[in-house]
């Protein structure tokens, strides 16, 4: 939200409301005023819900005139990547092979427990089609831009989930990750995001891409902010079969401050780095006295079973369509998801099976570890249209490439916390704080120090230009 009137971070929001500074409609209405204005330079949005949030606005205001007591994110405005439901909207996930389908009737968990704690929903964000790719150029939608310079990309799949927490718009959004897709828009963004355990968020309610590996998520501008949403979103939920029956384990009021065993991840995570990454895992792991730089075992292994595993699922998934409704399929990805639907079956458990090796390979770092450092992307954002990037000398694609660190982590359904930092270019890039399963504690406690640190840093939502005068530096 740029307006001056109200602050920047969902939790400032709701202390404001919960005090009487304003009103939850005033909120609204100043939301929606600055997505109008800046949002068709960035075009984060797909959909706007107004009708309904200023519905669930006036009902806040409501309880708070009574006297009710109010939940801890109530006024607080949120957005949701559109592959969840959102009743009212037709969950789309980037493509128009969907788009014909009637509106959601009901909201996915996700969805539901943000407004059960109090947030509204404003709309639905830009994607990748089905969440296959790292850019958010999508060609039916358009490009989602970065708001920190509009020639650039913001990041994908969950691109403009990120974006729209970077432009401002609003203050918490949620995405998911299979690859990474979180964390690369965090990191090209300058965002904070979390992609939990898998398992530990609940998927029902959204459009699926690659069941065995798809984790759901959440971005925000402050650690704070990210941990209250990650706390809202926690619930054990019988309609997903991968949503664990663990407690649920609140981060937000976390007070320990014992010492943290730290290590950085090299080798691979080095050789697949730009200097920026490269520089902010260094420095990030310095702020958290990390001594040891540890090679993460088979990660090139790791990445390839990862990406054999997506394409096959997703291929298969969308199979039916790709044979009968071709052409409106995103050209940057119906081929690939053709080829994973042909992948022999052998291939596929063999992949499995290498996943399964690494997990227990990377698991015995943790007998030594609370939490591993590495860089998020290999690069800052690259430019809307740009086919090749550099990386140490190395010409790789951007679209599979922008995901080259990440994926060999969410292979195994570690949880990870995306803490954007500033570059030598001044464009953010975000580093990886890396935790053993069902530890997202740990994780969000060595991020919350770098953010004490002031390594970690959020820039503030820039002057949105149109990217035909030259973009937002």
Not at 236 to 245: F, H, K, M, V
Not at 266 to 280: I, L, Q, S, T, V
Not at 438 to 448: V, Y
Request: proline share 7%; charged share 20%.
């Amino acid at each position: 939200m740029t307006g001056a009137r109200f602050p920047l971070d969902a939790l400032g929001i709701a202390r404001g409301f919960a005090r009487g500074d304003f009103t939850a409609c005033e909120v609204v209405e100043e939301t929606f005023s600055g997505i109008e204005s800046g949002d068709r330079h960035v075009n984060a949005f797909t959909a706007l819900t107004v009708q309904r949030a200023f519905d669930d606005a006036a009902q806040l205001d409501a309880r708070r005139a009574g006297g009710e007591s109010l939940p801890p994110l109530a006024g607080v405005p949120f957005a949701a990547k559109n592959l969840f439901d959102i009743a009212g909207i037709t969950t789309i996930a980037g493509s128009r092979v969907l788009a014909g389908n009637p509106p959601a009737t009901s909201d996915a968990t996700l969805v539901r427990r943000m407004r059960e704690q109090g947030a509204i929903v404003v709309g639905a964000l830009n994607m990748d089609e089905f969440a296959y790719g790292f850019t958010t150029e999508n060609h039916h939608a358009g490009p989602c831009r970065n708001p920190h310079d509009l020639s650039r990309t913001s990041g994908g799949s969950s691109g403009g989930s990120a974006a729209a927490v970077a432009a401002g718009f609003v203050p918490l959004t949620l995405g998911t990750d299979t690859n990474g897709s979180v964390r690369v828009p965090a990191s090209l963004c300058g965002v904070f995001g979390v992609k939990p355990t898998y398992g530990r968020l609940s998927r029902h309610g959204t459009f699926p891409f690659v069941a065995s590996i798809d984790h759901m998520g959440a971005f925000a501008r402050n650690i704070d902010d990210l941990a209250a949403t990650y706390d809202a979103l926690q619930y054990i939920d019988p309609n997903d079969p991968a949503c664990s029956a663990r407690a649920i384990e609140p981060v937000g009021a976390m007070t320990s401050r014992r010492a943290l065993r730290v290590a950085r991840l090299g080798g691979y995570f080095d050789d697949h780095a730009g200097d920026d990454a490269r520089e902010a895992s260094l420095a990030a792991a310095r702020a958290l006295g990390a001594d040891d730089t540890v090679d993460y075992p088979d990660a090139a292994a790791a990445r390839g079973a990862a990406f054999l595993i997506s394409a096959a699922e997703g291929g298969q998934l969308h199979l039916p369509t790709l044979g009968t409704r071709y052409d409106e399929h995103e050209p940057l990805s119906r081929d690939r998801l053709i080829a994973g639907a042909l992948a022999p079956a052998a291939w596929v458990l063999h992949a499995q099976r290498v996943r399964a090796v690494v997990r227990k390979r990377v698991l015995e770092l943790f007998a030594r570890y609370d939490v591993l450092i590495a860089p998020a992307t290999p690069v800052v954002a690259p430019r809307i249209g740009d086919e090749f990037m550099d990386v140490n000398g190395q010409r790789l694609a951007v679209r599979p490439n922008l995901g080259l660190l990440t994926q060999p982590v969410s292979c195994i359904g570690l949880p990870v916390v995306a803490v954007p930092m500033r570059s030598a270019s001044g464009l953010p890039i975000a580093v990886q704080v890396i935790a053993p399963p069902w530890r997202e504690d740990l994780a969000f406690d060595a991020a919350r120090r770098l953010e004490e640190a002031q390594l970690a840093w959020c820039a503030p939502p820039p002057a949105l230009l149109p990217v035909a005068s030259g973009g937002a530096q």
